[in-house]
């Protein structure tokens, strides 16, 4: 725990392309010690930060989903900052396009060479990748980004499985996945700079969650399909109505004609995924679906997707989701009283 009364100054960026939520979140958790000091010893009365919004100029901004935040200060009228955050970010048709803020993207790497730490929320990872900062090093950010992503910043491992990642020598660039990992991202600034009691007694308080399980349960497997390799991309569409197929790829094999070396080297290069990785990543995929959206037994998913070994299938299914497939209908399956509603709902 921080021994210094010294408040560490927050700064977050707000961008046309900001998510109010992830904004407005991280400000009301960070600017909320004073208040919740009373409900929880744990929580210093005297607040460990001084937190504010910075923008593009010294205007309101209008954020992605149209709601405006007032007036702002200027992001280069902040000399030095402890803490820069980047929220998540909302790309028109998932596309990044580089270059947009150079002075933003300069005034960052200026604040990394004083010492700031850096963190992103979500996709505000595009932003501070233009740094460079992260050339070498891994990080992650929601599935749907991945794409764009690697597109633009090939020198950086995705961990797209990962909820936070704490990079550099001084782990001083932090980067939390989805959307709502801005939790994560909050809890582990206070834990980091307060104390883990705090971080606890603020989770508690205001039911913020830590994602234990990374992203894995939540990626989609969204493999390549402009790969521009004719014959791959008709093995994929055959394979989505073939799953279950007993022996899928060698069947695979033969409808491409090939040689099955050269099969597997064409479809790993064109997919990113050997044969045998990918029907496993799309069989879990139709699975998932199931146990979210039926009533069918895990058993009985297990053989609809192609396994007859019912224990091969979890043990895959956890490996790939970190996840059993009990835990993940738990998880992500509509609520009973969600659900009844729907009900009612369309029954008038």
């Known amino acids: 725990m ?8 927050v700064t977050l960026v707000a961008l046309p392309e900001a998510m109010a939520s992830s904004l407005s979140g991280l400000y009301e958790v960070l600017s909320a010690f004073e208040l919740l000091g009373s409900f929880d010893e744990a929580v210093p ?5 001084t937190v504010e919004i910075v923008g593009l100029d010294d205007a309101p901004v209008s954020t992605a989903s149209g709601l405006s935040l007032g007036t702002l200060r200027r992001f280069d009228r902040v000399a030095r900052s402890d803490i820069v955050i980047v929220p998540s970010l909302l790309v028109q048709g998932g596309n990044w396009v580089t270059g947009r803020y150079p002075e933003l993207v300069g005034w960052l790497g200026r604040q990394h060479g ?12 595009l932003l501070l990748a233009e740094t460079g900062l992260l050339d070498g090093r891994e990080t992650t950010l929601h599935w749907a980004y991945a794409p764009t992503f ?3 910043f090939p020198a950086v491992k995705l961990r797209l499985e990962e909820v936070l990642i704490a990079a550099g020598e001084r782990q001083e660039l932090v980067m939390a996945g989805g959307s709502a990992s801005w939790h994560d991202l909050v809890l582990y600034l206070i834990a980091r700079h307060v104390g883990p009691m705090a971080a606890q007694a603020i989770a508690r308080f205001m039911l913020l969650q830590w994602h234990r399980n990374g992203q894995a349960p939540y990626v989609t497997f969204d493999p390549p399909m402009d790969h521009g390799d004719a014959v791959v991309l008709k093995l994929q569409h055959w394979l989505r109505v073939h799953l279950a197929s007993a022996n899928p790829v060698e069947e695979l094999a033969r409808r491409s004609g090939l040689p099955s070396s050269s099969f597997k080297r064409r479809f790993t290069k064109a997919t990113g995924f050997s044969p045998i990785v990918y029907v496993q990543h799309a069989r879990i995929e139709e699975a998932k679906r199931r146990l979210e959206r039926s009533d069918a037994s895990i058993d009985e998913i297990c053989w609809a997707v192609g396994y007859e070994d019912a224990a091969f299938f979890r043990r895959l299914f956890k490996r790939i989701t970190r996840v059993t497939p009990g835990e993940y209908r738990r998880k992500l399956r509509v609520p009973r009283f969600a659900g009844a509603r729907l009900a009612v709902d369309r029954a008038h």
């Open 2 to 9: 921080a021994e210094s009364r010294d408040r560490l100054h």
């Open 45 to 49: 009365s005297v607040p460990p930060f």
């Open 114 to 125: 004083q010492g700031a730490m850096l963190c992103s929320a979500c996709s505000g990872v």
């Open 150 to 152: 690697r597109r633009n």
